[in-house]
């Protein structure tokens, strides 16, 4: 079985919708699918990989920026204790058609607890991962901390203003690594943001 790692690039097989498309791997968990940023469609967050099926995965270039000895997130997480619990608490879709679970997930360390909503795909059946959830919320929210305003973040994702996501995304993710910072500790969150997800 190939493994592969986060910032593989990928082909994916001439069969179904993304026949032949190209794309980049986010992360591989080891079963039958693998998630995929597919190039050209809009890739903000961790939960916008699609999950393709390994057998139809073909890797055209390994991430050369992978080095030995770098952190790994799953030992920072499991030396630290850092524990979750989630419960599923609705299915829908949203406006754009996108059909997702909706899940309330629960970190907790050193006797704090954060608590937040993540949503995964409709094919994504299994509950989320304790990994997996604490790279999405630290890297999203990350994302608009490091950032010195609305315009440099949103900017980011698009030049166009007229397609800048909303400012509230922003500030609720600026908020939510605030949070997180209170959780962990300024420090462990940075550590936590420039490790490699190994999930």
Known sequence: MTEYNSGDRVEIAATGDLGGALGTVDRDHGGENV?????GEPNRYPHDAKPIPRDLLTLIEADEDEEEGDAQLSDLIAADGVTLTSELIATGTNNEGWQHHEYRVTLAYDGRTYTQTVQYGIAVTEAPELVETVHMLVSQSMTAYAADDYAEWASDFSSDPAE?????TYTDNVKMAEDLRTLLGAERFERYAM???DA
């Open 195 to 197: 490790a490699d997800c």
């Open 164 to 168: 800048w996501m909303p400012e509230k």
């Open 35 to 39: 998630f995929v940023f597919i190039d």
